[in-house]
């Protein structure tokens, strides 16, 4: 499975959109990209996954280049509640391999 | 919805003791995967099953072993526990994989069970 860089952490304004960057340049053509979060040791939560194209459901929006060598997790009006672990994974198969992800603190 | 089930929530041992941790997939599921996150770690897969056949293994001991019953519900048995144990154990399912399209390996995930090795 392709390894994935994130930044360690960011920090957001409650209201404004979080964009999370992930690159993934040595994704193979049959991967496709989750991202999950986890709140403060709760269990990982699915949040949305994609192959090629741009994707959107309730809770965030995917963005992956034409390449998919790079994508970003938008959610677009933070709340406090999405502090939280955000991990993007690569993977064909079923395991789920995690990396270090990116802690976003959404503050007041 | 119904949710993924984990039993213990909490569990407390000695060193070498055994534990035996039980999973309950969301319904109609019938993939099972288990992770073990230590302190300040990020989740780390175990193993996994898919209609009760071990479908893939990760770094897991051989003092672990897990399986999955008729029902679905899995089971993650560890022995001569040690220090180094102590840690969050989550269990996740999901639909057969390559069997459900764009849901493809959606995982949910339980709450886990906080291992304590005394």
């Known amino acids: 499975d392709a390894k994935t860089t994130q930044p360690p952490s960011m920090d957001c304004a409650e209201g404004r959109a979080a964009n999370l960057p992930c690159n993934h340049s040595?994704?193979?053509?049959?991967?496709?990209v989750y991202w999950y979060r986890q709140i403060h040791s709760q269990g990982p939560q699915y949040i949305i996954h994609g192959l090629k194209n741009n994707e959107t459901n309730e809770m965030a929006s995917l963005i992956i280049t034409e390449d998919r060598k790079s994508s970003t997790l938008i959610l677009p009006h933070a709340t406090l509640r999405d502090t939280a672990v955000y991990y993007c994974?690569?993977?064909?198969?079923?395991?789920?391999?995690f990396g270090t992800g990116t802690r976003l603190q959404v503050f007041p | 919805a119904a949710g993924v089930i984990q039993s213990p929530r909490h569990l407390i041992k000695e060193k070498r003791e055994t534990a035996t941790l039980k999973c309950y997939p969301i319904?109609?599921?019938?993939?099972v995967y288990w992770y073990q996150q230590g302190p300040g770690q990020d989740p780390q897969f175990l193993i996994s099953?898919?209609?009760?056949?071990?479908?893939d293994k990760g770094s897991i001991p051989d003092r672990f072993s897990a399986q999955q019953f008729s029902d679905y519900h899995s089971e993650l048995n560890m022995s001569s526990l040690e220090l180094g144990d102590s840690a969050l154990y989550f269990c996740a399912s999901s639909l057969g994989w390559g069997l459900a399209g764009l849901a493809k390996n959606i995982q949910y995930f339980g709450a886990g069970t906080r291992l304590s090795v005394l």
């Open positions: 099953f898919y209609e009760k056949m071990q479908s």
């Open positions: 040595t994704i193979s053509g049959n991967e496709y």
């Open positions: 319904p109609r599921h019938d993939t």
């Open positions: 994974i690569v993977a064909y198969t079923d395991k789920l391999i």
